[in-house]
T-cell receptor, first 111, second 114 residues
Framework: GENVEQHPSTLSVQEGDSAVIKCTYSDSASNYFPWYKQELGKGPQLIIDIRSNVGEKKDQRIAVTLNKTAKHFSLHITETQPEDSAVYFCAPGGGYNKLIFGAGTRLAVHP | DAGVTQSPTHLIKTRGQQVTLRCSPKSGHDTVSWYQQALGQGPQFIFQYYEEEERQRGNFPDRFSGHQFPNYSSELNVNALLLGDSALYLC?????????????FGPGTRLTVL
C-alpha cells in the first residue's frame, strides 16, 4: 500500500535559522506534492505545492524540492520566525488527488 | 470570497448514535474530500465526491457514508459511532480537473464520542 514518511518528527530552531523537512513516499504514481501547515485548533493550510514536471519551486522564504527518482521531496524554510511554529505535513497525491498525509513534523522556532 | 466552511465546530455523541457533518466548498470548487484526523496524527482520506457521486474511497467501513448536493456542498454521515471515531473531521474542496488539483481545507469538526 501507500506509505509516506516524514523526518524529523520534531524540529527546534533559533529564529533566523533555516529548517528542512524531508518526505519520502512509496507510490510511484504520485504526481502532486503539497506541504500543509497546521496550527493548533485549525485545519491544514496549503503553504506550497509542486507538480511532477517541476524539480523546485520557491515562494519567498519557502521552497520545495522534488526528486521523483528517489521518491522524496523536501520543504525548506529560510529566515524562520516564531510564527512559523506549527505542525507541517507532506501529503503526496495521485489520481483525483487522494492525498496521503505523513505523520507530521512539529517545528518550534525560538526567539 | 468565503473559504471552505464546516458545521458544527464541535459535537459530542454517545456510542451507537449517528452523526451528520456538513461542508460548503470554496466558491467555484466542485469536488469535496473528507478526511479524519485522530489526535497527534496526520489526516486520513475517507472519500471524495464529484458530480454528486463518490469518486474515490479510503480504507473506512461502510458506517461512513456521504452525499454531495447539486450546489456542491457535502455531508458526512457516521452510523453506530464507536469511541475510536473521536477525531477532527476535515473537509477539503478542489476544482475537479482530475489533474493534481489543489485541495483547500476547512477548519474541521471536532467529534467526541463518549
Amino acid at each position: 500500500g501507500e506509505n509516506v514518511e516524514q523526518h524529523p518528527s520534531t524540529l527546534s530552531v533559533q529564529e533566523g535559522d533555516s529548517a528542512v523537512i524531508k518526505c519520502t513516499y512509496s507510490d510511484s504514481a504520485s504526481n502532486y506534492f503539497p506541504w500543509y501547515k497546521q496550527e493548533l485548533g485549525k485545519g491544514p493550510q496549503l503553504i506550497i505545492d509542486i507538480r511532477s514536471n517541476v524539480g523546485e519551486k520557491k515562494d519567498q522564504r519557502i521552497a520545495v524540492t522534488l526528486n521523483k527518482t528517489a521518491k522524496h521531496f523536501s520543504l525548506h524554510i529560510t529566515e524562520t520566525q516564531p510564527e512559523d511554529s506549527a505542525v507541517y505535513f507532506c501529503a503526496p497525491g495521485g489520481g483525483y488527488n487522494k492525498l496521503i498525509f505523513g505523520a507530521g513534523t512539529r517545528l518550534a522556532v525560538h526567539p | 470570497d468565503a473559504g471552505v466552511t464546516q458545521s458544527p465546530t464541535h459535537l459530542i455523541k454517545t456510542r451507537g448514535q449517528q452523526v451528520t457533518l456538513r461542508c460548503s466548498p470554496k466558491s467555484g470548487h466542485d469536488t469535496v474530500s473528507w478526511y479524519q484526523q485522530a489526535l497527534g496524527q496526520g489526516p486520513q482520506f475517507i472519500f471524495q465526491y464529484y458530480e454528486e457521486e463518490e469518486r474515490q474511497r479510503g480504507n473506512f467501513p461502510d458506517r461512513f457514508s456521504g452525499h454531495q448536493f447539486p450546489n456542491y456542498s457535502s455531508e458526512l454521515n457516521v452510523n453506530a459511532l464507536l469511541l475510536g471515531d473521536s477525531a477532527l473531521y476535515l473537509c477539503a474542496s478542489s476544482l475537479g480537473t482530475g489533474l493534481a488539483d489543489t485541495q483547500y481545507f476547512g477548519p474541521g469538526t471536532r467529534l467526541t464520542v463518549l
